[in-house]
């Protein structure tokens, strides 16, 4: 499945993941509390050492709400800022787990990594500006400028918001050894 970068308004991807992160943590400590609470008055020693349960609760209470946040929680209208940003990370992590391999084929000028890069490089500008990283920003804006003018020149596309999973493929057999 392709990933596709989207315009969104810092500010907003903001407050909306403050809001969702707000909405979790209640739900994770409203649960922390109930299953802590229970496992003490059903299991627990007046006046003891009730650790142990209080423990288990909170433990249960973080399962549950990961479980929660996984399987019902994502596909909230209220989540989708928070989940487009965790979509975001990961495709771009997909891109730096192979970038061995992304700068290998640059020398050589293989035109999926020069995509991939270039998807990369916009990718995480956006990040960095959805969470307000804006002397990371700088510093990224030098080799994303670099690599624009190159891909210019080759007469190629340089809106590369789309991350092809093909270009992954590709960039890992061409830069593999022979």
């Known amino acids: 499945m392709m990933f596709q970068i989207k315009a969104c308004n810092p500010q907003t991807y903001r407050k909306q993941t403050r809001r969702s992160t707000l909405y979790i943590a209640a739900f994770f400590v409203l649960l922390a509390m109930l299953f802590s609470t229970g496992a003490v008055l059903q299991f627990g020693t ?39 940003g965790w979509q975001l990370k990961r495709n771009l992590m997909s891109v730096t787990n192979v970038m061995h391999h992304v700068k290998a084929g640059m020398q050589a000028g293989n035109p999926a990594a020069m995509q991939l890069l270039r998807f990369y490089h916009l990718g995480l500008a956006q990040m960095l500006e959805l969470d307000g990283n804006s002397s990371a920003l700088k510093e990224a804006q030098h080799d994303s400028e670099q690599h624009k003018a190159r891909m210019l020149e080759l007469a190629m596309d340089t809106e590369q918001l789309q991350l092809d999973p093909e270009w992954l493929v590709t960039v890992k057999q061409f830069a593999a050894p022979h």
Do not use: C, E, H, K
């Not at 709400?65 to 209220?78: D, E, L, M, N, S």
């Open 46 to 84: 007046p006046g003891g050492d009730n650790f142990r349960l209080n423990l288990a609760g909170v433990i249960a209470a973080l399962l549950l709400t990961i479980a929660v946040v996984r399987y019902q929680f994502w596909t909230q209208p209220w989540m989708a800022a928070a989940v487009y």
